[in-house]
């Protein structure tokens, strides 16, 4: 899959997961498989004022090729800066724009999967992005629009190629439905065809190699983005991977064991180390013990789903305060049991909305050039 200059492969992107798809989790992943590993999302007004704790947010590994960025912002100069700023102090080699984010005090502003809405503002926004890149790929992240009635994803895909941007990733739900119900893959499918001229990135409720093979043949995308399905999950990287391998070489089916081979199935003393490291990390890179288990408490129901695991234990390995603490939960684990049947479900947020914030009067004029305020960029917490 190319991403304007940059060639991707397998065409599997980790989704940008605000509070999760930092450089630790990114390392656990990248192991596993190869692709594109999005960083956590960055605000554009913080970026371009040089905010201490959002450029500590822009931390890559060494070994990271190439390294991906995700920003938010709603004002083309503002987004316009910062992507300069990117391209010129070299501090990524991809930008992704995201669109798609559904939370009620973001929306309400007019930003996030608001924002499409204003076809010109958006138009202005990719324009400004585009135009400061350089030979940085621009992408965008977007959902199908606020709600069935109020549908966008077709014309902010049009809007995306004349602007020049080089992929287009598709959350196959609206705003107002959250994280409820299923994605709506044959939107997928209808942006596909809508934009053939770029890539297509298929989005929404891959929990398996064999949905990602899915995904692609009843879509026709170009790749998959994973979110949630690979939260506690990483070994998920390592089972995509297999699979477009396979599919590459005309052997893959929808399948799991056909579309992947060997599945990627660790027993839990494999679970237990790679949580281990995974707070270790969070420790380096954090440079701050206390917060990095803190931090790490959010993945640790995701790492034992599925697995038997006495609730007393749980709560103390979800509650440590130290890595020595957490070493000591992880050491009572029983290392021979092995990976569980039924993970391929899903996990994390799941929920849907009853309804979508947005400005007095915002669904009036969808041409209407209107630039929400600057605090529609305060306290977003993702997509
Ligand atoms: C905890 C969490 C944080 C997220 N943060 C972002 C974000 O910062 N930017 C973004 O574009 N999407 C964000 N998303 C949305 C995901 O990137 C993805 O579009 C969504 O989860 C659907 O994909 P999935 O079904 O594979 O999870 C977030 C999702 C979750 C669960």
């Not at 701050?288 to 390995?317: C, I, M, P, S």
């Amino acid at each position: 899959m190319k991403l304007g200059s940059l060639e991707v492969w397998p065409p599997v992107v980790l989704a940008p997961m605000a509070g999760i798809t930092n450089a630790p989790f990114r390392t656990l992943c990248r192991e596993q498989g190869g692709g594109l590993f999005v960083c956590e999302m960055i605000t554009t007004r913080a970026l371009v004022e040089r905010n201490a704790k959002t450029l500590k947010m822009i931390r890559f590994d060494p070994s990271e090729k190439p390294r991906s960025i995700q920003l938010y912002g709603v004002d083309p100069v503002t987004v316009g800066r910062a992507v300069r700023m990117i391209a010129e102090e070299d501090l990524a080699d991809h930008v992704d724009l995201n669109f798609g984010c559904p939370v009620p005090k973001v929306t309400r502003r007019g930003g996030g999967s608001a924002l499409p809405y204003k076809r010109n503002l958006l138009r202005a926004i990719l324009r400004e992005a585009v135009r400061n890149a350089g030979t940085l790929p621009v992408t965008m992240k977007m959902r199908k629009g606020i709600d069935d009635d109020h549908l966008t994803y077709l014309d902010a895909g049009r809007i995306a190629v004349e602007e020049g941007v080089s992929a287009i990733a598709l959350h196959g739900r609206t705003a107002v439905q959250h994280y409820g119900g299923t994605a709506d893959w044959q939107s997928i499918a209808r942006l596909k065809e809508a934009v053939s001229e770029i890539p297509v990135l298929g989005n929404g409720d891959i929990w398996s190699a064999a949905d990602a093979m899915r995904m692609m043949a009843e879509t026709g995308c170009d790749g998959v983005v994973v979110g949630r399905g690979c939260l506690g999950r990483p070994w998920l990287f390592a089972d995509l991977a297999a699979a477009c391998e396979n599919r590459r070489d005309g052997a893959g089916g929808t399948d799991d064991r056909e579309s992947g081979g060997e599945l990627a199935r660790p027993t839990l003393g494999q679970v237990a180390a790679t949580m281990e490291r995974h707070a270790t990390l969070l420790a380096e890179c954090f440079g701050n013990e206390q917060h990095a288990v803190a931090d790490f408490r959010k993945h640790v129901g995701w790492y034992l789903k599925g697995f038997t695991v006495g609730a007393d234990l749980r709560r103390r390995l979800a509650t440590s305060e130290s890595l020595a603490g957490l070493r000591q939960g992880l050491a009572e684990l029983d290392p021979a049991q092995p990976w569980p049947e039924g993970v391929d479900a899903p996990r994390g947020k799941t929920h849907p909305r009853d309804r979508v914030h947005l400005p007095a009067g915002w669904l009036d004029d969808p041409y209407e050039v209107v630039v929400p305020g600057a605090d529609a960029e305060l306290e977003t917490s993702g997509g």
